[in-house]
C-alpha cells in the first residue's frame, strides 16, 4: 500500500498550487482521505479531509475559504487545491488514509501515510 504525494513547490504569496495524492496497491474508495501539514520544528497539524463520496469535507479553521479538497476514486487519487498561498503555508504537505467512513482530524487516527510534499511560499 503506498499514497503518492506530489504537485509542491516553490509560489509567492498569494498563488496557487494543487497537490496529488495517488494510491497504489488497494483502493481506497471506501476510506476517508486527509492532508496534514508539517511546518519546521512543529507539529504535524491537520489541514483537510474528505469522505469517500466526497459528499463531506473538514478543513482546519485557518485553511476554510483558500484550500478545497477533493477526490476521483476512479483514479484512485485525492487533491488538495490550494489558493492565496501565505508565507505561514510553507510546510511538508502530506496526504493520509483512514480505513473508516467517519472523519478525523488528529494525526493518530489515520492508517496510512504517504511520503510528503514540500510546499514553500515566498513573501
Known amino acids: 500500500v503506498q499514497l503518492q504525494a506530489s504537485g509542491g513547490g516553490l509560489v509567492q504569496a498569494g498563488g496557487s498550487l494543487r497537490l496529488s495524492c495517488a494510491a497504489s496497491g488497494r483502493s481506497f474508495s471506501r476510506s476517508v482521505m486527509g492532508w496534514f501539514r508539517q511546518a519546521p520544528g512543529k507539529e504535524r497539524e491537520f489541514a483537510a479531509a474528505?469522505?469517500?463520496?466526497?459528499?463531506?469535507?473538514m478543513y482546519a479553521d485557518s485553511l476554510k475559504g483558500r484550500f478545497t479538497i477533493s477526490r476521483d476514486n476512479a483514479k484512485n487519487t485525492v487533491y488538495l487545491q490550494m489558493n492565496n498561498l501565505k508565507p505561514e503555508d510553507t510546510a511538508v504537505y502530506y496526504c493520509a488514509a483512514r480505513d473508516s467512513a467517519v472523519g478525523r482530524t488528529t494525526v493518530d487516527e489515520y492508517d496510512y501515510w504517504g511520503q510528503g510534499t514540500q510546499v514553500t511560499v515566498s513573501s
Open positions: 474528505i469522505s469517500w463520496s466526497g459528499g463531506s469535507t
